[in-house]
C-alpha cells in the first residue's frame, strides 16, 4: 500500500513538472492563441456546427491592419487602442440589403464602419448580448440597448465566425452573454420595433428575406 501510494505521488509529480515545463516553453503568441480558445470552446463547445473544425485553424491577432483604414476613421477613433479588424456583411434592419462593412474592435468599443464613415459604436460597457445560430452559418447579432444612441441591434455576417466572437467577448469582457440559438431569434429594429431572423438547413448557403418579411438564413 505504501509503495502504491508513493508511486501516485511520484507520477502526479512528475505529470506536474512536465505540465509546467510545457507551459514555461510557451511563446507569448501560443499563450494568448490557447487563452482564446479556452474561451471559443466555453461559448460553442456542443453548441454549435463547425466547432470541432475551428479547433485547428489559429486565429489571427487581426484580419486587416489598422494602415488598412481609412485616415478619417482612424482620425475619428484616435486614442483608442485597436484590437481586431475584419471584413463583415452587414444586413440592413429593414429591408435586409447586404452591405459590405468592416468590424473594428478597441479595447473599449465596437465599431461597423463604412470606408471612411462610422456608421455605428457600441461601447462594451452597453452590449446587451451576442447572438449565433447552431447551425454552420456566420450570422452573429450584436445587441444593443434601446436608447436614442443606437439605431437597433447590429446583424452581420462574419467569415470567421468563431475567431470574431471570440474576440469581441473577451475584449468587451462579456462572455456570458453570448447565446446559440436554434431556429429563430428576435432583433431589435430601432423604435420599439422588433424582427425576427429564421435559421434553416438547405442546399446551398445563402441569406433572404422571405414572403413573410423575416430574414431567412440557410
Do not use: W
Request: proline share 3%; hydrophobic share 35%; charged share 25%.
Amino acid at each position: 500500500g505504501f509503495l502504491m501510494q508513493t508511486s501516485e505521488m511520484l507520477q502526479k509529480i512528475c505529470i506536474r513538472n512536465l505540465v509546467r515545463k510545457y507551459c514555461r516553453g510557451l511563446t507569448a503568441e501560443r499563450k494568448v492563441q490557447l487563452q482564446q480558445k479556452v474561451v471559443t470552446s466555453a461559448v460553442f463547445c456542443g453548441k454549435k456546427e463547425g466547432y470541432l473544425e475551428s479547433l485547428s485553424q489559429p486565429f489571427l491577432e487581426t484580419r486587416l491592419r489598422e494602415n488598412d483604414l481609412n485616415p478619417k476613421v482612424l482620425q475619428l477613433i484616435h486614442g483608442e487602442n485597436i484590437k481586431y479588424v475584419t471584413p463583415v456583411v452587414k444586413y440592413d434592419r429593414n429591408g435586409f440589403k447586404a452591405r459590405e462593412r468592416l468590424l473594428v474592435l478597441t479595447q473599449s468599443s465596437a465599431y461597423v464602419v463604412e470606408m471612411a464613415k462610422i456608421k455605428q459604436k457600441i461601447e462594451y460597457s452597453t452590449l446587451k448580448g451576442i447572438s449565433t445560430s447552431n447551425l454552420s452559418d456566420g450570422i452573429m447579432v450584436i445587441h444593443v440597448p434601446e436608447d436614442n444612441k443606437q439605431k437597433g441591434d447590429v446583424i452581420l455576417q462574419c467569415e470567421h465566425i468563431f475567431e470574431t466572437v471570440t474576440k469581441l467577448c473577451i475584449l468587451a469582457n462579456k462572455e456570458s452573454v453570448v447565446k446559440v440559438v436554434k431556429g429563430s431569434l428576435r432583433f431589435r429594429v430601432g423604435s420599439g420595433k422588433e424582427g425576427t431572423m429564421v435559421f434553416t438547413v438547405g442546399p446551398e448557403p445563402q441569406v433572404f428575406k422571405d414572403k413573410t418579411g423575416q430574414l431567412t438564413v440557410v
